[in-house]
C-alpha cells in the first residue's frame, strides 16, 4: 500500500452514478473515459491513458460499498447526482462521505433538476454543478466530454491558486488566424462567440490589445499560458503574424491544435505548423457539432500535454528517467533537438 504522497502518480480520476441513471448518464462517461484511457483502436496514437475507476451498485437502495480512496496526487472525483440519489437516504449518507480536500476535488454533475438540490445541505452544499440536463439533445455525448475535459484539466492538471476566482483556473485558448474577411476570421468570431457564453478564457486577436501595449509583447504573453487554436485557412501561411504566433507557441512547448479549413489551395503549407493535432472543417460556416470538435481536441490535448508532463517528472522523481533528461511533451522536432543539445554544450562548458 502506497503511503508516501512522493510515490503517488500525478492523477487518477473517479465516476459515481447511480444504477437507475445508467440508461441516461453512462454512454457519457464511456466515451469520455475513451479519450482519456488507452486507445485500444489506435495503439499508436498519442494516447492519454489515466487511470480512471467506476463507482456504482447493483441495489437501487444501496450505494457502492467504499468512497474512492486517494490512489494520486491528485483526484478529481465526478459525482453524478440525480432524483434517484436525493431520494434514497444511504445515498445521501453516501455522498456525505465525501469530504473535498486539497487534492481531491468533488465535481458535482447534476443529471436532472432534481440532482441541484444535492446542493441545499451536506457534503455537496453550495457547490457548483455542471448541468448535465441542459446539454443539448443533439450534442449531448459532446457537449458531456467537452465539460468533463475541462473540469478535468481545471482540477486535474492546472496548479490553482487558492485566491483564484473559478474563471482565472479556466484553460486559456488562443485563435490564431488570418485577418480581414478570409475564411479564418469568419470561423475565429464564431469559435470566440461560443467560448464567450462558456467558463472558458480565449484572446482573440490584436483589437484586445490595449493601447499603448506592443503587439507581439502582448500576444507573446498571451501565448505562454495558452492552448494554440490555430486556424489555417488559405491565406495563414503566407501571414507573417501567423508563422511568429506559431513559432512562438512551439518555442514555449505549447499545446497546439490545427483546424484545418482550406478553401482552395495553399501553394505552400507553413513547415512548423505539424507535428500537432489536425481537426478538418469546411470553409462554409461552422455548424455547432464542429466548434464542440475543435474545443474537444483543444482540451483533450491539453489534458494530454499537461498529463505528460507529470507523468514525465513524476518517473523522474522516481529515478526512472535520467534526472538530466530534457522532458517533451510531443515527439521532437530538429528544430527543439539542435536548441537542446545547443543548451546541454554550453552548460557543459560553464
Not at 475541462?150 to 482565472?168: A, F, M, P, Q, T
Not at 497546439?256 to 507535428?275: K, Q, T, W
Request: one cysteine or more; charged letters at 25%; a negative charge.
Amino acid at each position: 500500500m502506497i503511503t508516501s504522497t512522493q510515490n503517488l502518480p500525478p492523477l487518477a480520476v473517479h465516476f459515481i452514478w447511480h444504477p437507475s441513471d445508467k440508461e441516461v448518464i453512462f454512454n457519457v462517461i464511456s466515451e469520455f473515459r475513451r479519450y482519456i484511457t488507452r486507445d485500444t483502436d489506435r495503439p499508436f496514437s498519442r494516447e492519454i491513458n489515466i487511470p480512471t475507476f467506476l463507482y456504482s451498485s447493483r441495489s437501487p437502495s444501496n450505494p457502492p460499498k467504499n468512497t474512492p480512496p486517494k490512489l494520486a496526487n491528485k483526484n478529481v472525483i465526478f459525482v453524478f447526482t440525480s432524483g434517484q440519489t436525493l431520494t434514497e437516504p444511504l445515498w445521501v449518507d453516501y455522498f456525505n462521505r465525501l469530504n473535498g480536500s486539497t487534492n481531491y476535488f468533488i465535481v458535482p454533475v447534476a443529471i436532472d433538476e432534481a440532482g441541484m438540490k444535492h446542493s441545499y445541505s451536506g457534503a455537496l452544499e453550495n457547490y457548483n454543478f455542471i448541468r448535465a440536463h441542459n446539454w443539448p439533445h443533439d450534442y449531448r455525448i459532446e457537449s458531456g466530454i467537452l465539460e468533463l475535459s475541462h473540469e478535468l484539466y481545471r482540477y486535474g492538471l492546472n496548479d490553482i491558486d487558492s485566491d483564484e476566482v473559478g474563471k482565472e483556473t479556466s484553460i486559456k485558448l488562443f485563435l490564431s488566424h488570418a485577418k480581414k474577411g478570409d475564411t479564418g476570421l469568419n470561423h475565429a468570431q464564431e469559435i470566440k462567440s461560443f467560448i464567450d457564453n462558456s467558463n472558458m478564457n480565449r484572446f482573440f486577436d490584436a483589437n484586445e490589445i490595449s493601447p499603448g501595449f506592443k503587439f507581439d509583447e502582448e500576444i507573446e504573453s498571451h501565448l505562454k499560458n495558452s492552448t494554440m487554436i490555430a486556424i489555417v485557412s488559405d491565406a495563414y501561411s503566407s501571414r507573417y503574424w501567423c508563422q511568429r504566433e506559431v513559432l512562438t507557441a512551439k518555442s514555449e512547448y505549447r499545446p497546439i491544435v490545427v483546424v484545418n479549413s482550406l478553401e482552395d489551395y495553399e501553394d505552400r503549407i507553413f513547415p512548423s505548423i505539424g507535428n500537432v493535432p489536425c481537426v478538418h472543417v469546411t470553409a462554409e460556416p461552422l455548424a455547432h457539432k464542429d466548434i464542440l470538435r475543435i474545443l474537444i481536441a483543444s482540451l483533450l490535448e491539453t489534458v494530454r500535454f499537461k498529463y505528460a508532463e507529470a507523468s514525465l517528472k513524476f518517473y523522474q522523481s522516481q529515478g526512472w528517467i535520467d534526472s538530466k533528461a530534457f522532458i517533451l511533451c510531443r515527439p521532437p522536432e530538429v528544430q527543439q533537438v539542435v536548441e537542446i543539445l545547443s543548451k546541454n554544450e554550453s552548460s557543459e562548458l560553464c
